[in-house]
């Protein structure tokens, strides 16, 4: 009840086109969903949060949009760049971020 | 404002010895995690310290321990260690206020290699 399992596990996307990640959990305790960037040799950047009151959240060409009664959220990443190659986690948390649990990851690499 | 400082960067040690890892929080933090994360993995929740004191834990076994120390900067132990202890151990702080989730920033990691 704690996994936060996501989806691909590798994405190919040329420049300019749109990358979509999913992510789902059970748990409905979880209160605020995160998505972190990471690039080799560094720990994850946090990209963007979202928390189950709203159904949409966008931060320039990153949007996560969130479906409560299905138990999923997605990162969409508009206009894709090379620079946006790295791997993408989505996490949770509850209890006012406390113990946030991580997806497995998704490689992303943008085709120039 | 400081970010997240973790050292050593890396480290190699022997099956069977100890290891100390250390994180030096975010400048405001009150709360540090712990994950490890293996090659290719997302990052496994070890611990979580709130003003010093151990405030969940993950899958892992006791020989895992930690502290966090008043100025919010804490120590990860691995004691008989084992080959797969081999993993970049991440040191996360973030600012919990009871009132709803935060975000972390993550130090950059220490590479431990298990020989």
């Known amino acids: 009840q704690q996994q936060v399992k996501q989806s691909p596990q590798s994405l190919i996307v040329q420049k300019g086109g749109i990358s979509i990640i999913n992510c789902a959990y059970e748990n409905t305790a979880f209160d605020y969903f995160p998505w972190y960037q990471q690039f080799p040799g560094k720990g994850p950047a946090l990209l963007i949060a979202i928390r189950p009151d709203v159904s949409e959240k966008k931060e320039g060409r990153f949007t996560i949009s969130f479906n409560k009664s299905a138990k999923q959220f997605s990162l969409h990443i508009m206009d894709s760049q090379p620079g946006d190659s790295a791997t993408y986690f989505c996490?949770?948390?509850?209890?006012?971020?406390?113990?946030?649990?991580f997806g497995a990851g998704t490689r992303l690499f943008v085709k120039a | 404002e400081t970010g997240v400082t973790q050292s050593p960067t890396h480290l190699i040690k022997t099956r069977g010895q100890q290891v100390t890892l250390r994180c030096s929080s975010q400048?405001?933090?009150?709360?540090v995690s712990w994950y490890q994360q293996a090659l290719g993995q997302g990052p496994q929740f070890i611990f979580q310290y709130y003003r010093e004191e151990e405030n969940g834990r993950g899958n892992f076994p006791p020989r895992f321990s930690g502290l966090q120390f008043p100025n919010y900067s804490s120590e990860l132990n691995v004691n008989a260690l084992e080959l797969d202890d081999s993993a970049l151990y991440l040191c996360?702080?973030?600012?919990?206020?009871?009132?709803?989730?935060?975000?972390?920033?993550f130090g950059s990691g220490t590479r431990l290699t298990v020989v």
């Open positions: 996360a702080s973030s600012l919990a206020t009871g009132t709803g989730g935060a975000g972390y920033t």
């Open positions: 400048s405001g933090h009150n709360t």
């Open positions: 996490a949770a948390s509850r209890g006012g971020g406390f113990k946030t649990i």
